[in-house]
């Protein structure tokens, strides 16, 4: 089966740990374009974080960022739809969050979303100070809970990720709990807090719909925990081999982002 749409996801796929696109993802873009298939990079990042590395002449066609909270056509800038947590269920989080003793930062809703206010409780975690410093521009400390404003998102970076993903997931069901590896340190685990309604699943979903195509003919490459639901929603998935351990064996294997591993998943199922 060809697919109609491609869906990449960047940070770890194909964005290297090295800071760089490989040569032959970026022929393998352009090619899939010539073959009239949609093109989609799902990422993590802001539009101002994607924007400071990748190319304005980057051959994709449509952008989900902050892990679909907003979708962005490429060629024209427009963006499409968006996504935000109401300003009572920013209020409610919090609330939990202060009493559950967890560091978090606060995004404003976009396209303003790499802004963001901070609150820490005593000792600040090193990748906390770490995304502190590299947007100190944009981050400001909250000085009075709870927060009443519109957000696109709520990240937390906790000592023990995994412990307080799976406890937060519990607790906040009625929100998408997303586990992220941090782009900084790539080992810290964020957790991500977004409406129910946001994921790059969804964000794929509905460029489906928006674009006519049947979800039955998309192919995923993704790498971490972020990407799961996207994977698992696919019709065709692969996994970087430089994806957690924890991940592998249930989607098709592709080489690191090193190794042009995009286009060898692309080259299996196309070619």
């Known amino acids: 089966m060809i697919p109609d749409m491609v ?6 796929t194909l ?3 090295q800071h760089s696109i490989h040569p032959d993802d970026i022929k393998t873009m352009h090619w899939l374009g010539k073959r009239k298939i949609v093109r989609i990079i799902a990422t993590g990042r802001s539009m101002y974080s994607l924007q400071k590395v990748l190319p304005p002449d980057f051959p994709v066609d449509y952008i989900a960022f902050s892990s679909g909270a907003g979708i962005l056509d490429w060629k024209t800038r427009k963006l499409l739809t968006k996504r935000q947590l109401r300003a009572a269920e920013v209020k409610e989080l919090t609330a939990f969050l202060f009493e559950q003793q967890c560091d978090f930062m606060v995004h ?5 979303n790499h802004r963001f206010n901070y609150f820490i409780h005593n000792n600040m975690h090193a990748d906390f100070e770490r995304r502190i410093k590299l947007y100190a521009p944009y981050a400001k400390r909250i000085e009075e809970l709870p927060l009443t404003v519109p957000a696109t998102q709520i990240i937390v970076i906790h000592t023990d990720g995994p412990a307080a993903h799976q406890k937060l997931s519990k607790a906040l ?3 998408n709990i997303i586990r992220t590896t941090s782009p900084l340190d790539g080992k810290t685990i964020w957790i991500e807090i977004f409406p129910r309604d946001v994921s790059k699943a969804e964000a794929a979903n509905w460029l489906c719909s928006y674009l006519c195509i049947s979800s039955d003919a998309v192919m995923a490459v993704g790498n971490d925990y972020n990407d799961r639901q996207l994977l698992d929603w696919a019709a ?5 081999r430089t994806a957690p351990d924890q991940l592998k064996g249930k989607y098709r294997s592709t080489l690191s ?7 060898k ?7």
């Open 257 to 263: 982002p090193a190794e042009a591993g995009f286009s």
């Open 173 to 175: 069901a009625g929100y």
């Open 236 to 240: 065709i998935s692969y996994l970087m």
């Open 108 to 112: 404003e809703p976009i396209p303003l």
């Open 7 to 12: 869906i990449s996801d960047f940070d770890g």
């Open 265 to 271: 998943a692309v080259a299996e199922v196309i070619i």
């Open 15 to 17: 964005f290297s740990p």
